[in-house]
């Protein structure tokens, strides 16, 4: 057994400053990877979920909070999800935000989208796995998740 450890604490130019897989038994690092480092404040990290295959390679990708990001409104929030390789390291990444990847959904000044993330599986059955993602600065109740 493998324990993932992620060093998420940074801003949002680059989602992973550094990763580490570590054999449960034995606590020795078998690897070590260093992405440049972004801007911080965003609170990148504060929430991580393990959400799935998403790009159907057979390997599971994580999706992580940056609740503070400042995309469309001071601390509207954001979502990475990071495609992993085989050894744990990103293969690429898709950030979803008031201003990029398409979201729809209307983020505001301090709404902080991505403060809560959590896998749910197909729960519509189309074939695409769903992920619930807390926004509870939301002022609409029906809107914060």
């Not at 998420?8 to 260093?34: D, R, Y």
């Amino acid at each position: 057994m493998k324990l993932l450890l992620a060093a998420l604490t940074l801003g949002l130019s680059a989602p992973l400053v550094s990763a580490q897989s570590i054999p449960a038994s034995a606590g020795e690092v078998l690897f070590s990877t260093k992405i440049h480092r972004g801007a911080t404040g965003a609170q990148f990290g504060r929430s991580v979920a393990a959400i799935g295959d998403l790009d159907g390679d057979g390997i599971g990708d994580l999706a992580v909070g940056a609740s503070s990001s400042d995309d469309g409104a001071m601390n509207a929030g954001s979502l990475w999800i990071l495609f992993m390789n085989t050894d744990y390291t990103v293969k690429s990444s898709q950030k979803i935000s008031a201003t990029f990847g398409g979201f729809t959904g209307p983020l505001n000044f301090d709404n902080q989208f991505g403060k809560a993330i959590c896998g749910l599986g197909d729960l519509d059955g189309d074939g695409v796995l769903d992920i619930a993602v807390g926004a509870p600065s939301e002022s609409d109740p029906l809107d914060r998740a």
